[in-house]
């Protein structure tokens, strides 16, 4: 599992900084200031999310069952939360309106917030001994 995850990490990561760039140089000259922001934003919480599955991935302290519920959430919480902004962002370069799918955003982010969550009350939570008597 934390080949997977730190594999989703580096994919993440280098598919934020491939629209990063392209919304630098290519978009700036089609898109509006506002529209750019979006944009960005969608990259910087994509960006946010790889360097936490590569947190999530390399570390030993989180078990595996956890890991999982973690990955689970941040690959779907980006994938509706930062592609929905990219399709929003850019709706005014395609003949689809993609104005429909702002209710995503919503949800991606609601998943982006849950496997945070998940993380902090698995490190607060008190972990059961097991007695070796």
Request: proline content about 2%.
């Amino acid at each position: 599992m934390d080949k997977k995850i730190v594999t989703t990490a580096a994919l993440f990561g280098m598919v934020a900084i491939i629209l990063g760039a392209f919304g630098a140089h290519a978009l700036k000259k089609v898109l509006s200031v506002e529209q750019l922001t979006t944009f960005e934003t969608g990259v910087r919480y994509q960006m946010y999310h790889a360097l936490f599955l590569l947190f999530i991935g390399t570390t030993t302290i989180i078990n595996q069952k956890i890991k999982k519920r973690i990955y689970n959430l941040v690959v779907y919480g980006v994938t509706f939360f930062s592609v929905s902004i990219y399709f929003l962002a850019t709706n005014s370069l395609t003949h689809i309106d993609f104005k429909m799918m702002g209710f995503i955003t919503p949800v991606g982010g609601l998943f982006l917030i849950s496997a945070w969550f998940v993380l902090i009350f698995d490190l607060i939570a008190p972990k059961k001994k097991k007695n070796n008597i």
